[in-house]
C-alpha cells in the first residue's frame, strides 16, 4: 500500500498512469513542470507526524457561487484541498471518492474544498462549468477557483509536479501533512487513515 508524498522522500505519484493523464491539458499552473517518473513512497516512521508545508502565499480563494474561502477560517478544522479540473478525466473519476469521504467525515470536522483548474481565462465561464459540474455530481462541499499562488507554491516547497488531481491534507493547525498525485480504486481506504488520523488529533486553542 502505498503512503503520502514524504517532504524527504520525493513526490510520490498514486496511479501514475492517471496523473499524466491531465499533467498536460488545461491551463497550466506558472511553473507548468513537466510530468516525470517518481519513486512510490511506502509507509515509514515518519508518517507517525508529517509535516510538509504551511501555506503563505495562498491565503484565500474565489467560490464559485460568490463569496471567498480563507484558510483563516477553516482553522480548527481538517481540510482536504482538491486541485482538479473539471476536463480531467481522472478528477472526473475521483470525485465519488471524496464525495464519499465527505459525507463520512464531515460531522467529525472535515471539510473538503475543491479548488478547480479550467481551460478558460474567463473568471464567469470557468465559474459555470464548476457549477454544472457540482450538479452533475452533486457535490456537497464547497467549490471554487483555484488561485494562481497555489501551484507555485506547492511546486517550490514540496516538489510537486504540476498534475492533477492532487490532494493536500491540511490538519487543525492549519499545516500541510500529505499531498497524494492521482487516485486510483481502492485509494479511499488510504484516504480514510489518514484523515482519521488527523481528526482524532486536538483542535487548537481558541483565540
Not at 61 to 75: H, P
Not at 148 to 153: A, G, I, L, T, Y
Request: aromatic share 6%.
Amino acid at each position: 500500500m502505498r503512503g503520502p508524498i514524504m517532504a524527504m522522500a520525493g513526490v510520490a505519484v498514486l496511479a501514475a498512469a492517471l496523473v499524466l493523464g491531465c499533467s498536460g491539458s488545461g491551463e497550466k499552473p506558472a511553473t507548468d513542470p513537466k510530468p516525470k517518473p517518481a519513486e512510490k513512497a511506502g509507509k515509514t516512521e515518519a508518517d507517525k507526524h508529517q509535516v510538509l508545508m504551511q501555506f503563505e502565499d495562498f491565503t484565500r480563494a474565489t467560490l464559485v457561487d460568490g463569496g471567498e474561502v480563507t484558510l483563516k477560517s477553516l482553522r480548527g478544522k481538517v481540510v482536504l484541498l482538491d486541485l482538479f479540473g473539471t476536463w480531467c478525466p481522472p478528477c472526473r473519476r475521483s470525485i465519488p471518492i471524496l464525495v464519499s469521504l465527505y459525507a463520512r467525515f464531515h460531522a467529525k470536522g472535515l471539510e473538503v474544498v475543491g479548488l478547480a483548474y479550467e481551460q478558460t481565462k474567463e473568471p464567469q465561464e470557468a465559474s459555470m462549468r464548476v457549477k454544472a459540474f457540482c450538479e452533475e455530481f452533486k457535490i456537497p462541499y464547497v467549490l471554487a477557483l483555484g488561485p494562481d499562488e497555489v501551484w507555485p507554491e506547492i511546486t517550490r516547497k514540496l516538489n510537486a509536479e504540476g498534475a492533477i488531481p492532487t490532494l493536500l491534507f491540511v490538519d487543525r493547525q492549519g499545516v500541510v501533512r500529505y499531498m497524494f498525485q492521482g487516485l486510483e480504486p481502492g485509494e479511499e481506504e488510504v484516504l480514510s487513515q489518514r484523515l482519521e488520523k488527523l481528526l482524532a488529533e486536538p483542535a487548537p486553542p481558541t483565540e
